[in-house]
C-alpha cells in the first residue's frame, strides 16, 4: 500500500535533469574533462595571485633556464618565466573560447531561429549566405578576417565569432525546422501568439540542449584559433603572454629549451581535450533517446 503510495511521488522527483545529471557522472571521462576545464578556469582567475613571478619582466641572467625549484617550467629567450606566462596566457585562451563562442550563438542563434521559422526567401537568402561562409574552412577563414582586421587579440577574437556563427544558424535553423512541425508549436500559432513569441517560448527552449553540446566543442575549436592567430602574430601581441605566441617564439629554440615549447603545447593539448571529453559527455547524457536512469 505505502510501496503504491510513494511511487508517483519518486517519479515526480526523478526528473529529466537529475537523469541528465546521472548519465554525465557515469561518463567518467567527461566528468575528467569537467574537472579539466574548471582548474584551467580557476588558474586563469587567479593568475595574479598565483603567478610566481611578472609574466613580461625580463632578466638577462635567467635567458633560457631549465625548470628546476626556482622555476618550475623554466625561462624563455627573455628571461620570462615560463610558468607565470601559461598561467597568463590561459586568460587570453579561455576568454578567446568563452566569450568569441557566447557571441557566436547570440549571433547565430536568431538568425537561424528566423531562417527556419519563417521560410521563404528570408531562409533562402540566409542559407545561402551560411552555405558560402561554411564553404571555406573554420581556420583559415578566421586567418583572413584577423588578417583583414589587423593583430590585435580582440580582433582575433571578432574573427573567431564570424567564423563559427554559421555554424549555429545552420544547426538552429535546422532545429526550428524539426521543432516547427510538432503539435505544441502548431497549438501555440493556432492560439494567435506571434512568431516572437513561438520563438522563444515554445522553439529556443527545445532546441538548448543541442546548442549547449555545440557550443562546448566549439569552445575547443575557438581556443585552437586563438592560438593559431598568436602564432601567425595576428592575435595576442607581445609582450603579453598567449599560449600560440610562446609557441612561435620557442620554434628557434626547440633543441637548446625545448621546455619553452613543451608547456603551453600541453596547456593547449589538455585544455581542448578536455573542451571536446566535456562536450561528448554533454551529448550522452542531454540525449532525450539516452538509455539508463
Known amino acids: 500500500m505505502s510501496a503504491t503510495a510513494t511511487s508517483p511521488a519518486i517519479l515526480r522527483t526523478d526528473s529529466p535533469a537529475r537523469r541528465a545529471?546521472?548519465?554525465?557522472?557515469?561518463?567518467?571521462?567527461?566528468?575528467?574533462?569537467?574537472?579539466?576545464?574548471?582548474?584551467?578556469?580557476l588558474a586563469a582567475l587567479?593568475?595574479?595571485?598565483?603567478?610566481?613571478?611578472?609574466?613580461?619582466?625580463?632578466?638577462?641572467?635567467r635567458i633560457r633556464k631549465p625548470p628546476s625549484e626556482l622555476y618550475l617550467f623554466g625561462t624563455d629567450e627573455n628571461g620570462r618565466d615560463v610558468l607565470s606566462r601559461v598561467l597568463w596566457g590561459a586568460r587570453a585562451s579561455l576568454m578567446a573560447g568563452g566569450?568569441?563562442?557566447?557571441?557566436?550563438?547570440?549571433?547565430?542563434?536568431?538568425f537561424g531561429l528566423l531562417a527556419g521559422l519563417s521560410g521563404g526567401w528570408v531562409d533562402t537568402v540566409i542559407s545561402r549566405v551560411t552555405d558560402a561562409m561554411l564553404s571555406?574552412?573554420?581556420?583559415?577563414?578566421?586567418?583572413?578576417?584577423?588578417?583583414f582586421l589587423g593583430p590585435a587579440l580582440e580582433n582575433a577574437m571578432l574573427a573567431i565569432?564570424?567564423?563559427?556563427?554559421?555554424?549555429?544558424?545552420?544547426?538552429?535553423?535546422?532545429?526550428?525546422?524539426?521543432?516547427?512541425?510538432?503539435?505544441w508549436v502548431e497549438a501555440a500559432?493556432?492560439?494567435?501568439?506571434?512568431?516572437?513569441?513561438?520563438a522563444l517560448v515554445h522553439v529556443l527552449p527545445n532546441i538548448v540542449p543541442p546548442l549547449l553540446v555545440q557550443a562546448t566543442l566549439a569552445i575547443a575549436e575557438a581556443i585552437i584559433a586563438e592560438a593559431s592567430l598568436s602564432f601567425l602574430s595576428l592575435g595576442q601581441q607581445p609582450p603579453n603572454p598567449s599560449w600560440g605566441s610562446m609557441l612561435n617564439a620557442a620554434q628557434r629554440f626547440l633543441t637548446q629549451a625545448p621546455w619553452m615549447a613543451v608547456y603551453p603545447g600541453a596547456a593547449i593539448f589538455l585544455v581542448v581535450l578536455a573542451f571536446?571529453?566535456?562536450?561528448?559527455?554533454?551529448?550522452?547524457?542531454?540525449d532525450p533517446r539516452g538509455r539508463g536512469r
Open 21 to 41: 545529471l546521472r548519465r554525465f557522472l557515469r561518463h567518467r571521462l567527461a566528468v575528467v574533462g569537467l574537472v579539466v576545464v574548471l582548474a584551467f578556469i
Open 46 to 61: 587567479l593568475a595574479p595571485w598565483i603567478a610566481p613571478y611578472d609574466p613580461i619582466a625580463t632578466s638577462w641572467p
Open 99 to 110: 566569450l568569441s563562442v557566447t557571441a557566436a550563438l547570440l549571433l547565430g542563434v536568431p
Open 136 to 147: 571555406v574552412p573554420f581556420l583559415i577563414l578566421a586567418i583572413a578576417l584577423a588578417a
Open 161 to 183: 565569432v564570424i567564423s563559427a556563427s554559421p555554424i549555429f544558424v545552420r544547426l538552429a535553423r535546422g532545429m526550428a525546422l524539426e521543432a516547427k512541425t510538432t503539435e
Open 189 to 198: 500559432r493556432s492560439l494567435g501568439n506571434p512568431p516572437w513569441r513561438i
Open 276 to 286: 571536446n571529453l566535456l562536450g561528448d559527455g554533454l551529448r550522452d547524457a542531454l
